[in-house]
Each structure stands twice: as structure tokens, then as C-alpha cells.
């Protein structure tokens, strides 16, 4: 991932002027990549975080309601009001979380299981938590089409999860072995598709941007890294390990394709560039935060022994 989103990023833009005519391919190249993640999991999952519905509200409180906060606040402070980069960055904490949040938190010790149920409850309450956090926040300033965006995050998430949670019961989770050999390339090839030829759509609109790189570049970089220090410290009550790590990856690793999808689709092109831009920077801080989490638990193991 630290080099395909790249890689995929520069390709678009060099190559729009071919990719640009296929950009209407991307809402089903995402809902391919949802499906193959819902697959993973069964009821067995979910009842996981309805056992814990504690630390499933508290999350997406962190992540949608305080991290949009922090988001406005600081886009207004660095850009104004009115500007669409203050936009995409609200956008970027009200998307689902990310589903490769769960190889993260299975990397760092964290709850795979509590995870893996969070992506996929998120997902499905999206339709309602995205355009009412885009509402509450820009009701002024911002004109969408509510129902519409509605009915596209059905497609690209709630049906797919659906079916695949579906599947996964059916077969009593045999489905996820069977496909593993082609449906987890196919589903890395449709998200490398998405990131391209959303860049590839966005290009035209990157000579607006030149001027204020200097600006959206760091915002983009401190909001990221704000969202990984909500969750890690916004559950330093719980006294858990566990916790810490599983939700400061789920408030710093959102759904992104979904996002640049969004903000192309609803509004203004430069509302996608910080979304974009986040595409770059969540995947090299997880490497980061993962080093400094390895870091904090070898230093406790060393004060407890």
C-alpha cells in the first residue's frame, strides 16, 4: 500500500487525458471492494461489538463528531470559511472508517475482531452519519444533493456489505477460503482503479491548487496525524492496551476512496485534494504509529518488569 497508492496517484495524473473516460467505472470498482471485505465477516463479528457498545459508540463519537470539529476548526483558521479545502477536510472525518485499518491493528496487537465489526457497522450507518455531518457543519455554505448521496453510499456500501455478510453466513464463512485465491487481487486491483481514476479526474483541477500547496500539504499532514492522537488518547480512560491501539487506527485510517468519490461526485474538485492528499499521508503515519505504539508497549513491559 505504501507504494501502489502512490504509484496509482501519479499514474492518473499523468495519464488523465486516456483514464478520464472511465471514470464512471469507479462507484463499481468500489462496491467490489466492499463486498470482498464484508465476505470476512460474519454475525459472529458483529455480536462482538454489540457486546462491547460502549467502546463502538465512544469511537465513532471520536471520529465523527470531535474529529469533524477539530477539522473545521482547523481549516477555518487556515483557509476561511467559504474555501473548499475546509471542506475536504471535514470530509475526510466523516467517512467510514478504513477497512485496512484491520491488518493494522492485527499488526499492533490490538482487537481484529472489534475492528473488522466497527468497519462494517460504520459503513452501513453512512448513508445517514455523512450527508448530516456535511449538513450541520456547511448548511450554508455547501449545496448537495442529500438524497442522492444517499443512495450512492447504498450502493458502494450498504448493499455490498450486506451481501457479503449474507455470504459469509451461508456458507458459514467457507466463502472466504474459496475466493481467497482471486477475489483479494481482483478487490487490490479495483482499489488501485478507484485511486487512479479519481486522480485521473481530478487533474484538470490541479492548477488551482499550486498556489496554496504550501498551505493544504501541512493541514492535511496535522489533521491525519490529530485524528491517530483522538483516538489513542481519547481512550486512555479504558486503561486497555487493546483499545488504545484498535481505535486510534480506526479515528486515524478512513475509507478514502469512498471520500475522493464523494467529493467528486458532490462537490467542488478542490474539496477532493486534501481527501487525496490523505490518501498519501494515512498509510505512511500508520507505519509511524505503529513504531511509536511498539515503542510505548516495549517501554511499559520494561517499567513492569
Known sequence: MFFIIPGSLILGFFFSPYLHKYVNAVPYCFAFVTLTMAIGCGLQQLRAVLNRPGVMIWTFLLAHVLSPLVAYGLGYMLFGPDSPY???????????????????????????????????????????????????????????????MMGDL???IVAPTIIGVALHEWSKGRIQQAVKPYAPPLSKLCFTA???????AIAPSTEALRGDLLKVVPAALVMVGLCY??????????????????????????NISLGVVLAMGYFSPLAAVPVVLSILIQQPL????????????????????
Open 229 to 254: 492522537a483522538i483516538g489513542y488518547f481519547g481512550t486512555a480512560h479504558y486503561r486497555s492496551r487493546e483499545v488504545q491501539v484498535t481505535v486510534s487506527y480506526a479515528t486515524g485510517m478512513r
Open 86 to 148: 475546509v471542506v475536504g477536510l471535514v470530509l475526510f472525518t466523516i467517512i467510514p472508517l478504513g477497512i485496512s485499518t484491520v491488518l493494522w491493528v492485527g499488526m499492533s496487537a490490538g482487537s481484529v475482531p472489534l475492528m473488522l465489526a466497527m468497519v462494517v457497522i460504520d459503513s452501513a450507518l453512512s448513508p445517514i452519519v455523512v450527508p448530516t455531518g456535511i449538513h450541520l457543519l456547511f448548511r450554508t455554505d455547501v449545496e448537495t444533493n442529500t438524497m442522492a
Open 154 to 156: 447504498m450502493l458502494l
Open 194 to 200: 478507484v485511486v487512479m481514476l479519481n486522480a485521473a
Open 286 to 305: 500508520a507505519t509511524l504509529h505503529h513504531y511509536i505504539l511498539q515503542k510505548l508497549n516495549n517501554r511499559s513491559a520494561g517499567a513492569g518488569g
